[in-house]
Antibody, heavy 121, light 106 residues
Framework: QVQLVQSGAEVKKPGASVKVSCKASGYTFTSYDVNWVRQATGQGLEWMGWMNPNSGNTGYARKFQGRVTMTRNTSISTAYMELSSLTSDDTAVYYC??????????????WGQGTLVTVSS | EIVLTQSPDFQSVTPKEKVTITCRASQSIGSSLHWYQQKPEQSPKLLIKYASQSISGVPSRFSGGGSGTDFTLTINGLEAADAATYYCHQSSSLPHTFGQGTKLQI
């Protein structure tokens, strides 16, 4: 079955960077985009961007451009999301989600378990 | 950016009831609208894709409808296990956006 397993919780100081991993199994990693979505405590879902694991192409939400980098290692079926210049506003659970495409657009059909990133001095 | 507005924000319901959650898009998105269920401390789970297409393994009491700018998620015969927050999501154009969520208390 499709599984996305993310790395563990992180605590970072303001100004630092964090890198979260998302290991895929149960399907061909390079055949589906990986998207990243975050959720602050008690808040809604916020899309951060996408990556095509086959080509390495990426697209980022305007809010995160210049601060986020999405990469992958196809040999271990793992996607990464790195966010820099962290502030307390970046404290959230970060999810990776597989993007399943049709002619009508893309849907997030499988999600990782989430990684809590806490930014605190 | 397409804004999705859900209503209501919160609803208290009783088992076996029927509930309808609405999601309105700020511009037409065709059928590129999906629904997710999120229980406390869990990841979102896909319930309905492309406005009305069912998902394998999701109970048949969940159904979706609509197109263009107005969409609905209907739950027939509510069960205690349906207590969760429900989100709509549009993939018609980037950036992907979500509704603010509807919390169901049972």
């Amino acid at each position: 079955q499709v599984q996305l397993v993310q790395s563990g919780a992180e605590v970072k100081k303001p100004g630092a960077s964090v890198k979260v991993s998302c290991k895929a199994s149960g399907y061909t990693f390079t055949s589906y985009d990986v998207n990243w979505v975050r959720q602050a405590t008690g808040q809604g879902l916020e899309w951060m961007g996408w990556m095509n694991p086959n080509s390495g192409n990426t697209g980022y939400a305007r809010k995160f451009q210049g601060r986020v980098t999405m990469t992958r290692n196809t040999s271990i079926s793992t996607a990464y999301m790195e966010l820099s210049s962290l502030t307390s506003d970046d404290t959230a659970v970060y999810y990776c989600a597989r993007g399943w495409k049709s002619s009508s657009g893309l849907v997030f059909d499988n999600w990782g378990q989430g990684t809590l990133v806490t930014v605190s001095s | 950016e397409i804004v999705l507005t859900q209503s209501p924000d919160f609803q208290s319901v009783t088992p076996k009831e029927k509930v309808t959650i609405t999601c309105r898009a700020s511009q037409s998105i065709g059928s590129s609208l999906h629904w997710y269920q999120q229980k406390p401390e869990q990841s979102p789970k896909l319930l309905i894709k492309y406005a009305s297409q069912s998902i394998s393994g999701v109970p048949s009491r969940f159904s979706g409808g609509g197109s263009g700018t107005d969409f609905t998620l209907t739950i027939n015969g509510l069960e205690a296990a349906d207590a969760a927050t429900y989100y709509c999501h549009q993939s018609s154009s980037l950036p992907h956006t979500f509704g603010q969520g509807t919390k169901l208390q049972i």
